[in-house]
């Protein structure tokens, strides 16, 4: 049976409740169902929206039609979906092969007889596993889905994407589809999406009903626009956010970050954020400072804002049987279960706090507010939010919001939220945290991500433009990276040295430009203690060896240097940047073909990308290489360090000695590069 309800059109048949919607413009959300209704706590990522005015819902016979601006939805006898633009474009399929007679003119019958929306009931629950299929497109092509660091791809098809959070893998399901529309499908549930030459799939482990939102645009600008309005934008970056931001793991005392601020500030290198790491605390879940190590924080963060740099501090979700806390949020429900076993040693020898739980939240902001907010901290690493749990056993963990299975997706962003509605309640308005993980809507929290705990080799580095550009083209503008890399990093390394810096020539071009990793050799302070990966007391006087830009070697330090001064010259381009993701979601980092669509090559290109429309980058991304070739797209381009101009449409061969990486940029871009500096912040 079909009907038309509050500009909706519904279908139901036997067991299911199928409802396609108009949701934004352009955009229609399609959902279904195996129960009596559909449930009515959101757990998705879509934003409330008003009713969209002139969109068209019409019924023929058994077959029914929902439009809605650039996209209409068919529905056919068989419940079998086909979307298209307003144009007649076919841009998506359901697949349905039935021995019964073809489900659509000119399909064959078929003995297979797969069902677009496969519900299958877990026994003695209302939950189902769901396994949506789409037919494939050879031509096809998908961006998006946030960030897998070990996926060297800008062009996700042909991949097989867990949807699941990890540490360095960033579930956001949310792609940019070549054939002009988006897709979002919106359900924390464990699970995976394929984008194959055969079929596209998409499976959530433990699920009520389908939910997925589509939106149709003439050109990607389009696509990422409507998905920002449904799933919210970033707030407005603060002015210090563009600047540099120097970390390691890990400053142990406040003399020591005074110390690194102190000589930043003599050398006149302009310093915006420095980072005080984990285990600064008493214990994990105390979320205080030990005072041994850090007697005066108000007085510190005083000085250091004298300097003109702002204090970010880490905070985990741990919570340890050692900590003051633990026993009145273990009575009140506020850490995640188990359904098998005790809940600590979810993660070593500790547990997490459950974020989806909105009293277990304001329980743990009221204690950063009072032991860090209150002192003048105002910025916060959300760091281990994915939760980075013991083997990653979903079937085992169990949130206020429900089980992992279903509803484990979206942890992450609940702990960005958490900090973000604290600081509004404030009154602030430019909320900026770190956060190693995130899912669909994080941005709205203010998330700025990064790619987790990767290696500091060169394979790392290349992977880090798929992942930069995958992020953006997932909502999510505001990103960075470890420059260097996390794990492994030697200082006294040749080979290192290099990596790092061409890490941070490319990191220049990114939304944040952020020194941190663990560097080799670690370095055990006084008193000695054996270092034991793990354990909480060891880590209280164990760091990696020195990360800031001075610690390298003279020459590379004269290389990041210059760097650091091209990134204050393009601090008011990148401001516009900014204020352009804060209102209409748009991403910093882009592909080729985001600003040239109609330009074939444009697509091909992944080793390259557009820092706004007018800044191109070329990143090395290999050891031991001082060339590289480089597409440019049409238009006029000057190479930032030559000043030579040349004529795009073509690909040029440049030179790329470790002083440079090639950089072209439109001609409005050569005033900042000429000495027309915003500010410095050293002075």
Not at 448 to 470: K, P
Request: net charge negative.
């Amino acid at each position: 049976m079909l009907y038309e309800k509050n500009g909706a059109l519904i279908r139901r048949f036997d067991k299911e409740l199928l409802q396609i919607e108009p949701y934004g413009e352009d955009s229609l959300r399609i959902r279904a169902t195996q129960l009596s209704e559909f449930q009515k706590r959101e757990t998705g990522a879509l934003l409330p929206v008003s009713q969209t005015a002139g969109s068209i819902v019409s019924i023929d016979g058994d077959t029914g039609f929902i439009q809605n601006g650039n996209i209409r939805c068919e529905v056919l006898c068989t419940g079998k979906l086909k979307f298209y633009n307003r144009s007649g474009k076919l841009l998506l399929e359901e697949v349905h092969k039935d021995r019964n007679g073809p489900v659509s003119p000119g399909e064959p019958e078929s003995a297979l007889e797969l069902r677009p929306r496969a519900f299958r009931p877990h026994r003695e629950t209302d939950r189902f596993k769901l396994t949506v299929r789409f037919e494939a497109k050879e031509d096809e092509k998908f961006y998006g889905m946030g960030q897998y660091s070990s996926i060297p791809f800008l062009n996700l098809k042909g991949c097989m994407l867990e949807l699941a959070q990890r540490n360095s893998q960033i579930s956001i399901p949310f792609t940019v589809s070549s054939r002009g529309y988006g897709f979002l499908w919106n359900n924390p549930a464990i699970g995976k999406a394929v984008f194959g030459r055969n079929i596209t799939e998409w499976t959530a482990d433990s699920t009520a009903q389908m939910d997925y939102w589509i939106t149709a645009g003439d050109v990607p600008q389009q696509i990422m626009e409507r998905y920002a309005e449904v799933t919210g934008k970033v707030p407005q970056m603060p002015a210090y956010g563009t600047g540099l931001w120097q970390s390691k793991l890990r400053y142990r005392t406040q003399k020591e970050v005074l110390e690194v601020a102190e000589e930043y500030k003599k050398r006149g290198l302009p310093l915006s954020v420095i980072v005080i790491d984990f285990f600064h605390w008493t214990a994990q879940g105390d979320w205080k400072f030990d005072p041994e190590l850090w007697p005066d924080p108000e007085g510190m963060v005083r000085k250091l804002r004298d300097m003109g740099i702002e204090l970010m501090v880490s905070i985990w979700p741990t919570v340890e049987t050692g900590s003051e806390n633990f026993a009145h949020m273990e009575e009140m429900g506020y850490l995640i279960r188990t359904e098998a076993g005790p809940h600590i040693g979810i993660k070593n020898q500790d547990t997490y706090f459950d974020a989806t739980n909105p009293q277990a939240r304001e329980f743990v902001w009221q204690k950063i507010k009072e032991h860090y907010y209150d002192q003048g901290i105002r910025l916060f690493w959300l760091d281990e939010c994915e939760p980075e749990v013991t083997r990653y056993e979903y079937e085992n963990y169990r949130f206020w919001l429900g089980t992992h299975k279903e509803t484990g997706n979206i942890y992450p962003r609940e702990v960005s939220k958490m900090v973000y509605e604290g600081r509004a309640a404030q009154g602030e308005t430019e909320i900026v945290s770190l956060t190693r993980c995130a899912w669909a809507g994080s941005q709205r929290y203010g998330a700025l991500v990064w790619t987790g705990d990767i290696a500091s080799n060169f394979e790392s580095l290349r992977n880090q433009i798929a992942a930069g550009l995958n992020m953006g083209l997932s909502g999510m503008p505001w990103w960075t990276t470890d420059i260097g890399g996390f794990h492994g990093g030697d200082v006294r390394s040749e080979d290192f040295r290099e990596c790092l810096v061409r890490w941070f020539q490319f990191a220049t071009f990114i939304p944040v430009l952020r020194m941190h990793g663990f560097r080799e050799p670690k370095v055990i302070s006084e008193p000695d203690r054996t270092f034991i990966a793990g354990n909480a007391e060891s880590w209280k006087y164990t760091s990696g060896s020195p990360n800031e830009l001075w610690s390298f070697g003279e020459e590379n330090y004269e290389i990041m240097k210059s760097f650091l001064e091209i990134r204050e010259c393009l601090r008011p381009y990148i401001d516009s940047l900014m204020t352009q993701a804060h209102e209409k979601g748009t991403p910093l980092m882009r592909p080729y073909f985001y600003e040239y669509p109609d330009d074939p090559g444009a697509w091909e290109i992944e080793d390259a990308y557009l820092f706004g429309p007018d800044i191109l980058v070329a990143p090395v991304v290999k050891e031991h290489c001082f060339e590289r070739e480089v597409y440019l797209p049409a238009g006029e381009w000057h190479n930032i360090f030559t000043g030579e101009k040349t004529e795009g449409g073509r690909t040029v061969l440049c030179k790329a000695p470790i002083e440079q990486i090639p950089v072209f940029v439109h001609k409005n871009i050569l005033k900042y590069l000429n000495g027309e500096k915003r500010r410095n912040t050293s002075e």
